[in-house]
């Protein structure tokens, strides 16, 4: 097979196989002409002895065919014979049909890897669209905490898949600079400002920030004001203070991140919306209510809450029920200032006419009761032009061989994002942080997460590529003139490559560009981490195989031929691990210590 006809996807070649069975059936008058195929799908078997693939398409295409499942799968079966890549097919049970390849399918599945390099994995599913992922949007208020360093890694890993499948991917930082606790902030660094002057301060009073990390903001401020502040009002000082005090946390909050390699697009600013000439919030109530979608009335009391906690009054509210939520959300305060809604409201409409059709938010947990009303604003301001898809991150527990951590000594109250980084390194917070679906709470061991052990999934992937080096250095002293260059290996003996071993590391490798598109579309980075993982212990089982086997060692010292061949196969192994750790955001190793 020439390059340029290499499959790109094998599961994706496979599938335009199964569409042209069905229309040549539809060609011949055994299937209606037209058939939605859309939904069709070729995936891998869960049992290998069930064969390789299999395709829905049968059970999928019965009902609009007006034939039973088992009788259409019986005559996609019998066109799919026909194709020259496949080998076997078998039809089961009610009318799954399970697909065997032809052994030169999984060797050429191997020269793509070898031709495209870096590029294999990647995709054009995203089209170029426009998508924008606002993850981390931690309170300008302090530094950055491990619950919040699971949502970073999560929206950086989320971005980078996205990109590597094809999408335009905006990373954003929605700064809270608008809300009360901006002005706690600032006046906690007042008192750290005194402080710096030289007063006694005692204990921070209750409400406020204590941490540590407020002293520096407490001495630029005296260095930059001396003892003016002093002499000056609450009102005086109080925006001075706030704005310095923000900058500093942003810029320790970046510092923060940038220890995770984390680095966002664009940061914007709550404030923003109601300064600088314009109140977008004030312009978005008026656009909703335009549209019929605001109100003034009343809310029925909360079911449940207790009659002082609630305020019957008449209010400006949106009507959220319109559009899939439980009650309509009031958008003024009893003060007449907004609500901290009405300003989500305007900052996402500010999103969609910055061309975003396509939004994720990364949010904590504790923020799940909050998606239903955010969703039906977004279909308001957009007449439903625009999708939001809100992942929830699930608590840390963070623990030391097993036991809970709960202090720190910067912040006093919760240990914090850099002090984690700094114990266990960049490396295995980001993939950890990975290695479970992000709606499960995850308990992070910081001792377990650095022993060289199979039971530590960051160290088993990363010394699985590794290894692949090593195997190469020793190939070197064992061939010294031997080409190994990536074009050098796709021209060698593939077809040697027979033994279950070999063949199950192919099928894997396979695997990786259909995974990418599912995982990008699904926004589901934690596949990338489980597939490294199964990719690493397949190639483990196989280097063990070798030892115990010396036939099938990677290196035979009198064979050149399938020495070159079994290398082609671990720089396929090095080549996919590399690129599922860079979108990951983690380090591929040439060598462990």
């Known amino acids: 097979m020439a390059k340029s006809d290499h499959p790109t996807h094998l599961f994706a ?27 069709v799908v070729v995936e891998p078997t869960k049992d290998a002895s069930h064969g390789e693939m299999a395709t829905n398409a049968a059970m999928l295409l019965a009902k609009e065919a007006k034939a039973k499942p088992r009788d259409l799968a019986d005559k996609i079966a019998d066109a799919l014979r026909a194709d020259p890549l496949i080998d076997k097919v078998d039809v089961a049970g009610p009318g799954f049909i399970n697909l065997t390849l032809k052994p030169q399918a999984w060797t050429d599945a191997l020269r793509a890897v070898l ?103 407490g001495q630029a401020l005296a260095n930059a004001y001396g003892g003016a502040l002093k002499d000056m009002s609450e009102a005086q000082w109080l925006p001075a203070v706030r704005a310095k005090s923000i900058a500093m946390m942003m810029e320790m909050i970046q ?79 009893s003060d007449g200032g907004y609500t901290y809604f009405a300003s989500d409201i305007a900052y996402h409409k500010d999103k969609f006419d910055r061309g975003f059709r396509n939004l994720v938010n990364v949010w904590g947990a504790d923020h799940g009761g909050y998606i239903k009303r955010v969703q039906a604003a977004i279909k308001a301001v957009t007449d439903g032009r625009a999708t939001l898809d809100v992942k929830i991150v699930q608590l840390v527990k963070l623990l030391r061989n097993g036991e809970p951590v709960k202090m720190s000594k910067r912040s006093g109250d ?28 995850l308990d992070f061991d910081l001792a377990k997460v650095i022993e060289q052990s199979k039971d530590n999934a960051v160290f088993y992937v990363q010394y699985g590529h590794a290894r692949g080096h090593s195997i190469f ?50 926004h589901e980075p934690h596949r990338i981490a489980f597939y490294l993982y199964d990719l690493a212990s397949e190639f483990h089982t196989a280097w063990t195989r070798g030892r115990d086997l010396p036939h099938l060692r990677f290196i035979i010292t009198n064979d050149a031929e399938i020495t070159k061949a079994r290398l082609a196969l671990v720089q396929g192994v090095i080549s996919v691990l590399a690129s599922g750790l860079a979108v990951l955001g983690v380090h591929a190793p040439t060598e462990m210590r």
């Open 255 to 333: 510092g923060d991140l940038a220890a995770l390699n984390i680095k966002h697009d664009v940061f914007f600013s709550e404030r923003s919306l109601i300064d600088g000439g314009t109140d977008k919030v004030a312009a978005t109530i008026d656009f909703l209510r335009a549209k019929g979608d605001v109100y003034e009335g009343r809310l029925p009391p909360p079911k449940g809450a207790p009659v002082e906690d609630y305020e019957d009054r008449e209010q400006t509210l949106f009507c959220a029920t319109a559009y899939g939520d439980d009650v309509d959300r009031p958008l003024k305060k």
């Open 115 to 217: 031709d495209q390099g870096d590029g294999y994995g990647k995709s054009a599913i995203g089209a170029a669209e426009k998508v924008n992922v606002e993850y981390v949007s931690a309170n300008p208020t302090g530094p950055m905490h491990v619950g919040h360093c699971r949502g970073a890694v999560f929206g950086d890993a989320l971005s980078s898949l996205l990109g590597f499948a094809g999408y335009d991917v905006a990373r954003e930082y929605y700064i809270n600079d608008a809300g009360a606790q901006v002005d706690v902030l600032a006046r906690s660094a007042f008192l750290r400002y005194r402080e710096a002057l030289g007063e006694a301060i005692g204990a921070m009073p209750e409400g406020l920030y204590p941490g540590d990390y407020l002293k520096p903001v």
């Open 13 to 39: 070649d496979v599938l335009t196989r199964v569409h042209a069975a069905c229309a040549a059936l539809a060609a011949q008058g055994a299937l209606p002409a037209g058939l939605d195929l859309a939904r």
């Open 473 to 522: 250095n020793k190939a070197r002293e064992a061939y010294p003139d031997m080409a190994l260059d990536m074009g050098s290996l796709s021209i060698a003996p593939l077809e040697r490559l027979t033994d279950s071993s070999e063949l199950g590391l192919m099928r894997q490798l396979a695997l990786y560009p259909r995974l990418v598109e599912q995982a990008a579309q699904a």
């Open 414 to 441: 919760f240990v914090t994002l850099r002090e984690v980084v700094e114990e266990v390194g960049s490396d295995a917070v980001r993939f950890m942080m990975l290695f479970r679906k992000n709606d499960a709470v």
